[in-house]
Structure formats: C-alpha cells, structure tokens
C-alpha cells in the first residue's frame, strides 16, 4: 500500500498513462532499468517508477547513483547525493578527496552531478557547527561548476531528489532509442 501512495504522492499517478511515445511501450532493448547504487552510500533513496525493475547495491567508480537499462547500456552519468552536512564536510576537510573523485570521472568520461539535499536558501544559511560560511560553500560549488564541468542541483527534500533522478534517467533512455534509430 506504501507503494502506491509513494507513486501518487509523487505524480506517477497521471505519467503512467502519459509515458511518450519512445519508453510508452517497452521494446526487448530498453524496455526497463536497473538503478545501482553505490555500496558505500548510507541513506540511500528509494525509487519507484514503472520502468524501475531492479534496484542493485554496487560498488561505483564514481559517485552514489547510476542506470542501466535492459540491454546492459550504462549512460556515462552518476549521481553524487549529499545531504547539506555532507556538502559542507565534502567542500571543506573532504575536498581533496572529493577532487580526486571528480578528476576519476572526468578521466573515465563520465558526467558527475551533486545532488544537495537542501534548498539553495539553506545552503546559504549554512550549518552547524561547519565552520565555512554558505557564501563560501556556494562559491566553491560554482567553481567546480565552471572549472570541471559538475553541475550541482539543490533539492527541498528526498522524494523531489529521487523523482529528479529518475526523470534524468528517463531522459537518458530516450536519448539512447533516438540514436539507435
């Protein structure tokens, strides 16, 4: 029952029968997706969508969230979720590491996108007990941005995080079967 309300609570309820005429009706090579998600991530999401057949738990070279879809096709794109106190550790203390990360995804080809858990304003108010200011946090998100291609998203919450990340998988899918056409 859980389930369903999900689904309603996130729109899918209407997009069921509105799916698009490329992943309306699903074909023997992409008809579904399999979501991975890294083994190290600790909060992890929870997806429900009618073309979601699997969720698997991987070890990822980049990032937390990945697709792959039924023919064995993984688009050259992960999810890196972070929760605003995560984006402030990551930014600060973590940073190296973070760099390494974003240069493993570069040098792979491999699109790396920050999901943050918080809306922009929320960034910018900052958190306890960081100690780098939002202002500081957003200007280095925007460096990153410019300097290696990253683009971050901010989200209100976990559902409007997971529905994105569907959606741009979705989007990926219907990619793929125009050119394959």
Known sequence: MAFWATR????????????GSRLGK???SLSFMKI???????QVLEFSHFYITE?????????????EFSDSYRPPI??????????????SQGYKRFRKEIIRAKDNKIMLVIAIEASLSKILKGCEPCIRSGEEI?????????????PFYC????????????????????RYIDKKK
Do not use: C, H
């Open 78 to 91: 992960s999810i890196e979720r972070k929760s605003l106190e995560d984006i402030f550790g990551t930014l």
């Open 138 to 150: 957003l200007q280095q998100l925007m460096s990153i941005n410019v300097k290696y291609g990253v």
């Open 26 to 28: 699903p074909t023997k």
């Open 155 to 174: 989200f209100n919450n976990r559902i409007e995080m997971q529905r994105w990340i569907t959606e741009l998988f979705l989007a990926f899918g219907r």
């Open 36 to 42: 991975i998600i890294d083994t190290r991530e600790q």
């Open 55 to 67: 969720i698997k738990r991987q070890k990822l070279l980049v990032g937390d969230y990945m697709v």
């Open 8 to 19: 309603k609570a996130m729109g899918y309820e209407k997009q069921r029968r509105n799916v």
